[in-house]
């Protein structure tokens, strides 16, 4: 069975810094495309980021960019998002997404974990 | 960026109903538009991709059409079980972004 789990959320103050982590199984992780969405109230489905399969390729949404930094390990079959200057606005639900299909960047999303809460307050 | 705007933003129908939901893109994206289903307190699950492929596992109740900017989701018999949130997302290119959603209800 394909499973993402996400963690590393919590309450943080403004300014200050958090990494997730998202541990996955099932699945060859070495040779998917990986994302980071997140979900508040107020911004919806916002999708951050993108790594490749070999780190060489990595993009972000004009949001986050210079401050959030997503990596992985595929020998851990773990990817992370390590998150820097946060700000009440990057309060969300965090999901850690797979490509759909191996190998490429359809820009399809399938699975997604299930997701953990990050907090910044003022 | 492309802006991806759904409509209408909730509806409350009956079992058994045809339900349509709307999503417009702001440019043309061909037929790179992808539909999720949200339930209460759960992660996002793919429904659809590229405008009009059933993910595996979806009911074929459920269906998706359009190209170019116009696009719809509909379901073609309301199950109590299809309660959930609704989001389009365009895949044609970075930033991939979504609609706001659409909430159906009974």
């Known amino acids: 069975e394909v499973q993402l789990v996400e963690s590393g959320g919590g309450i943080i103050e403004t300014g200050g810094s958090l990494r997730l982590t998202c541990e996955v199984s099932g699945f060859i992780f070495s040779d998917y495309w990986m994302h980071w969405v997140r979900q508040s109230p107020g911004k919806g489905l916002e999708w951050i980021s993108r790594?490749?399969?070999?780190?060489?390729?990595?993009k972000y949404a004009d949001s986050v960019k210079g401050r959030f930094t997503v990596s992985r390990d595929n020998d851990k079959n773990t990817l992370y998002l390590q998150m820097g200057s946060l700000r009440p606005d990057d309060t969300a639900i965090y999901y850690c997404?797979?490509?759909?299909?191996?190998?490429?960047?359809?820009?399809?999303?399938?699975?997604w974990g299930q997701g953990t809460l990050v907090t910044v307050s003022s | 960026d492309i802006r991806m705007t759904q409509s209408p933003a909730s509806l409350s129908a009956s079992v058994g109903d045809r339900v349509t939901i709307t999503c417009r893109a702001s440019e043309n994206i061909k037929t790179f538009l992808n539909w999720y289903q949200q339930k209460p307190g759960k992660a996002p699950k793919l429904l659809i991709y590229?405008?009009?492929t059933l993910q595996s596992g979806v009911p074929s109740r459920f269906s998706g059409g359009g190209s170019g900017t116009e696009f719809t989701l509909t379901i073609s018999s309301l199950h109590p079980e299809d309660i959930a949130t609704f989001y389009c997302q365009q895949s044609y290119i970075s930033p991939w972004t979504f609609g706001q959603g659409t909430k159906v209800d009974i």
């Open positions: 790594i490749n399969s070999d780190s060489r390729s990595i």
């Open positions: 997404v797979r490509e759909r299909f191996s190998r490429s960047s359809l820009g399809d999303f399938d699975p």
């Open positions: 590229t405008t009009s």
